[in-house]
Each structure stands twice: as structure tokens, then as C-alpha cells.
């Protein structure tokens, strides 16, 4: 093998997620797991499901009282969670 072929670990995983179109299912899985974090406690209760396609999140509520005022609130939230991942992924919230 030559030198030319040499990879580092962490660029041949960015290489691999970045070929496979992974990245935005991981973005998806890691706003899941921090939506507490990200929206607080009383927001994450009254969350049924979260999910990410095309730069759409989609979020799921119990509440139509929450689910009114973060609309409201829409690019509000785009920013906090953007701001949360470092990147700017989410480009439309729908909530449910």
C-alpha cells in the first residue's frame, strides 16, 4: 500500500458517513437524544417523536397549547437547535 492510500481512522468514518448520506440521520439521532438539553423538560414531556428528512424536522406533541406557541416561535427554535449541533441543519420545523 502506498503512502498516497494512507488514511487517517477518523477521515475514512467521515468518508464512509459522508458517501452513504448518513449525516443527517445521525443529526437526527443526536437531536433525539439531546432534545431535553436543547428545549428544556417541559417541552421534551410533551414530545412523542422527533424526526429529520430533508432539512425538515419534524416534531410530534402532546400538547396543541405547546404545539401553537412554538410555532409561533418557529425560527426561534430553528436557531436554538442549529446553534446546539454547530451546523445549520434544520431549515423548516413542522410541528404535530
Known amino acids: ?21 448518513l449525516e443527517e440521520k445521525i443529526y437526527e439521532v443526536k437531536i433525539n437524544e439531546d432534545w431535553r438539553k436543547i428545549m428544556g423538560h417541559n417541552v421534551a414531556v410533551l414530545t412523542q417523536n422527533i424526526s ?22 418557529k425560527q426561534k427554535v430553528i436557531t436554538i437547535i442549529n446553534s446546539y449541533l454547530g451546523q445549520g441543519i434544520v431549515r423548516d420545523i413542522i410541528f404535530k
Open 52 to 73: 429529520l428528512k430533508n432539512g425538515r424536522l419534524t416534531v410530534m406533541l402532546k400538547s396543541s397549547v405547546l404545539r401553537n406557541e412554538l410555532q409561533m416561535s
Open 1 to 21: 500500500m502506498s503512502k498516497h492510500n494512507i488514511k487517517s481512522l477518523g477521515d475514512a468514518i467521515k468518508e464512509f458517513i459522508h458517501e452513504n448520506r
